[in-house]
């Protein structure tokens, strides 16, 4: 198995845009996740012909701010975390990486920060 092929077949959806916002690489858990939208063949269109009118500024503010936006949400029953940050190349703004993960119903939560009590 070749290094860079955990990207293609990891499960949750991986897309990656450049800095204008042209969707540049795609996982196949993206590709089928968008698969009503074209898949694959969203590679070199714009990210933001894929948002409606709502969300465009949303998404551009993302780009001309470089920020993060992190939330869930709940579609066809299941739960999935949206994690949308920037990446940089030499300190440089290159463009965002989305990825959109399946979450279980419920979620154990670690406390690091607290002492933890041995049974």
């Known amino acids: 198995m070749e290094n860079n092929n955990w990207f293609k077949h990891f499960p949750g959806a991986i897309t990656v845009t450049d800095v204008n916002g042209?969707?540049?690489?795609?996982?196949?858990?993206?590709?089928?996740?968008?698969?009503?939208?074209?898949?694959?063949?969203?590679?070199?269109?714009?990210?933001?012909?894929?948002?409606?009118p709502t969300?465009?500024?949303?998404?551009?503010?993302?780009?001309?701010?470089?920020?993060?936006?992190?939330?869930?949400?709940q579609k066809n029953g299941k739960k999935m975390l949206i994690y949308q940050t920037p990446y940089f190349n030499e300190g440089?703004?290159?463009g965002m990486v989305e990825m959109c993960l399946d979450l279980p119903a419920s979620i154990p939560h670690f406390d690091r920060d607290k002492p933890q009590i041995e049974s």
């Open 22 to 52: 042209t969707i540049s690489a795609m996982n196949d858990a993206s590709a089928e996740m968008f698969q009503k939208d074209g898949g694959y063949a969203l590679l070199g269109k714009s990210v933001f012909d894929c948002h409606p």
């Open 55 to 73: 969300s465009q500024t949303k998404v551009r503010a993302l780009y001309e701010n470089a920020a993060a936006n992190i939330y869930t949400i």
């Open 92 to 94: 440089r703004f290159a």
